[in-house]
């Protein structure tokens, strides 16, 4: 795979989200003059995702364009156009009305909303469109069900909440966020759900019109059920290409496939991570904006020594509080408080079984999170006693 | 070239930090701490500021030529 695009060659991208927006943009950047082709089978051009959730459903905005100006870029942008297949072989992209060539291929497809079984509708929040329809019924008195009490679902109660909903939310796990932040920390910030009708620890064995059916026997009767119970890559195009597939588009540490000239950015990358030693999923909106330029730059450079290992970043807006979690930490991590659980700004960081920074969670407390971030990404052993205290700046650990 | 940001639409994500810390350097809020008038860019560093403004998530900053 050390070949590198002519500069008269064709760059295919596949995906109108964030990471096709954004490798778009950096093919330019990075100097390559060929064609480039976008295929999107939304029927607009790339917009941003991480509104929906907030300020589009809350009614606030409809319009969450990227600033990025494809005529001036020289960008083929065709909307409503879905990708069927890939022929490695013949370097072509199989599209409805015709084939595409490319000399390098980018791999930006995303990934979908899970749904679960049964005959009502279910709402879930992934394009512009979902967020437009969801909240024309989140009208006054609505009783709303959320499926799920994850980042989307807390962000999705929030605007519910806002727009005079009647709120109920069903948790398979102990309590919110509790399998990705554990138990303490999750039971932490219980209170914030206070106005919702929580029911943790049970998970929705059947959804008809009007009524959601739960496994502890009970049911909630529902005017809009909102799912938020995860996503999944969106690779089904993709298989029988030969290219290697494991929940998501398996791709090394440049962001290369197995196939000649073909990469993936997003959330459909399953990329190989240096720091972490073990392949990561991140689909989270910095990761497919940080991906393309090391994405594009495999492409066009032979033997670039550009990797992808960002320290993962993510962020969630929710019942008037903003949570920034930065790293990446498992159940064997330790977390350590930096600041007590009354304190309105406070931090919870995670130590690994080295005693490395490994991730941090900030609680309304915005200060933490950059520099955190460099100290996770320089591999910092920090003291136990400082890294506790709120005090000491986390650049000074 | 100049960076400019906008204060009242930062919302202290830090993402521009991390790519290069000395052309956005921020608070002790974690909020962008260039000047109203803007800052200019020292050559040699043009895509480190472009990759930083174009990182932000709330568009708070802009590339101004």
Not at chain 1, 176 to 187: I, Q, S, T, Y
Not at chain 1, 275 to 295: L, Y
Request: glycine share 10%; net charge negative.
């Amino acid at each position: 795979m050390a070949e590198a695009i002519a500069a008269d060659g064709r760059i295919v991208i596949v995906g109108g989200g964030v990471g096709g927006a954004h490798a778009c943009q950096q093919a330019r950047r990075q100097g390559f003059s060929g064609s480039i082709t976008l295929l999107s089978a939304e029927h607009e051009v790339p917009y941003d995702r991480p509104p929906l959730s907030k300020t589009v459903l809350a009614g606030t905005r409809d319009q969450t364009r990227l600033p990025i100006d494809y005529d001036a870029l020289g960008i083929d942008v065709r909307t409503a156009t879905t990708a069927q297949e890939i022929q490695t072989d013949r370097r072509v992209v199989v599209t409805e009305a015709e084939d595409v060539r490319y000399d390098g291929l980018v791999i930006a497809t995303g990934a979908a909303a899970v749904t679960l079984p049964g005959e009502g509708r279910q709402f879930t929040l992934r394009t512009r469109q979902d967020a437009l329809e969801l909240r024309e019924h989140l009208r006054p008195h609505a009783r709303v069900v959320i499926v799920g009490a994850s980042w989307t679902g807390a962000e999705v109660a929030t605007a519910a909440l806002a727009r005079g909903c009647v709120v109920s939310c069903v948790e398979a796990s102990a309590a919110p966020l509790a399998p990705v932040l554990g138990e303490e920390v999750a039971a932490s910030l219980l209170s914030w759900w206070h106005e919702v009708d929580l029911r943790s620890g049970v998970t929705v064995v059947g959804i008809e019109d009007g009524l959601v059916h739960l496994s502890d026997g009970t049911s909630i009767e529902a005017d809009v059920v909102v799912v938020g119970i995860g996503v999944r890559p969106q690779t089904a195009w993709l298989e029988g290409s030969g290219i290697e597939l494991d929940r998501g588009v398996v791709v090394d540490d440049r962001l290369q496939s197995n196939a000649p000239g073909v990469v993936a950015v997003g959330d459909v990358a399953a990329w190989w991570s240096r720091r972490w030693q073990k392949r990561m999923r991140i689909a989270h909106w910095d990761d497919a904006v940080s991906g393309p330029a090391t994405a594009v730059a495999a492409l066009l450079v032979a033997n670039d020594d550009r990797v992808h290992d960002p320290v993962p970043y993510f962020w969630s807006d929710q019942f008037g509080h903003k949570l920034q979690y930065v790293g990446h930490h498992t159940a064997a991590d330790e977390p350590v408080h930096r600041g007590a659980t009354s304190q309105k700004k406070r931090s919870v960081a995670w130590l690994g079984p080295d005693g490395r920074l490994s991730a941090l969670l900030a609680i309304d407390n915005p200060a933490d999170v950059a520099h955190a971030r460099v100290a996770i990404g320089s591999g910092i052993v920090p003291d136990v006693a400082r890294l506790a205290d709120p005090s000491t700046p986390i650049r000074e650990l | 070239m100049k960076i400019i940001a906008d204060h009242a639409i930062c919302e202290h994500h830090g993402l521009c930090f991390v790519v290069d810390a000395e052309l956005f350097p921020l608070d002790d809020e974690g909020k962008i701490a260039i000047g109203e008038d803007g800052v200019e860019v020292p050559e040699g560093k043009e895509d480190l500021a472009r990759e930083g403004v174009s990182q932000c998530p709330v568009l708070a900053l802009q590339i101004e030529e």
